[in-house]
């Protein structure tokens, strides 16, 4: 049972453009989003979160936006670099129990030189 | 500080074998995860403790798969007997106070 879903695997981008990476989720309980980021033969790292009481959150060129309505969510990263070619994992948590938290199951995202 | 520690990196074994991965958190840590990675499902909590107590067991898959942490710097989790489906990449991570989790670099499960 995905209650967080990202449906697309693979993203190829050039670069200098923007990635746009999507997510979706079920559990109208979740209050708490997070983005991973994973390179090959690393375990995921942090890079940026968002809570329900807002819509967007923005750090650098990373910049995530909630709609709390359609339960989606996107991550949107420019301008994209070689560097930013990585697995990206959406995650949510609940308001009560941030640890009990929910993955997706990625998005390869390539940026091209 | 070294970050989470897991061993070992890659294990392969045959089918029914008992397997044992390890996980040292970071240290003040008090929060620990155990995670599974696969293809179809993506990154699946499994366990986790809190100040060495387990809280959440519902995702571990079955009664083959047990977790343990005697003492704040040290988990383990074991499969016991082993199967082919149980192969994937198991992360272990850590956290203070249901912050942001850390994670460890993986222990990649190959069972024959």
């Known amino acids: 049972d995905q209650q967080v879903k990202q449906n697309s695997p693979s993203l190829s981008v050039q670069e200098g453009r923007i990635s746009i990476l999507n997510c979706d989720y079920t559990?109208?309980?979740?209050?708490?989003f997070l983005w991973y980021k994973k390179y090959p033969a690393e375990g995921p790292t942090f890079l940026i979160s968002?809570?329900?009481?807002?819509d967007k959150n923005e750090d650098g060129r990373f910049t995530v936006f909630l709609n709390k309505s359609a339960k989606h969510l996107s991550l949107h990263i420019v301008p994209s670099q070689p560097g930013d070619s990585a697995v990206y994992f959406c995650?949510?948590?609940?308001?009560?129990?941030?640890?009990?938290?929910?993955f997706g199951a990625g998005t390869r995202l390539t940026v091209k030189p | 500080d070294a970050g989470v520690i897991q061993s070992p990196r890659h294990e392969v074994t045959e089918m029914g074998q008992e397997v044992t991965l390890r996980c040292k958190p970071i240290?003040?840590?008090?929060?620990l995860f155990w995670y599974r990675q696969t293809m179809m499902r993506g990154l699946e909590l499994l366990i986790y403790?809190?100040?060495?107590?387990?809280?959440?067991d519902s995702g571990m898959p079955e009664d083959r798969f047990s977790a343990k942490m005697p003492n704040a710097s040290f988990s383990t989790l074991k499969i016991q007997p082993s199967e082919p489906r149980d192969s994937a990449v198991y992360f272990c991570?850590?956290?203070?106070?249901?912050?942001?989790?850390?994670f460890g670099p993986g222990t990649r499960l190959t069972v024959l």
């Open positions: 991570a850590s956290s203070f106070a249901a912050d942001t989790q850390y």
């Open positions: 559990n109208s309980m979740f209050d708490y």
């Open positions: 968002i809570s329900s009481i807002k």
């Open positions: 995650a949510a948590s609940y308001a009560y129990n941030n640890n009990d938290m929910r």
């Open positions: 240290s003040g840590h008090n929060s």
């Open positions: 403790f809190n100040n060495n107590v387990p809280i959440d």
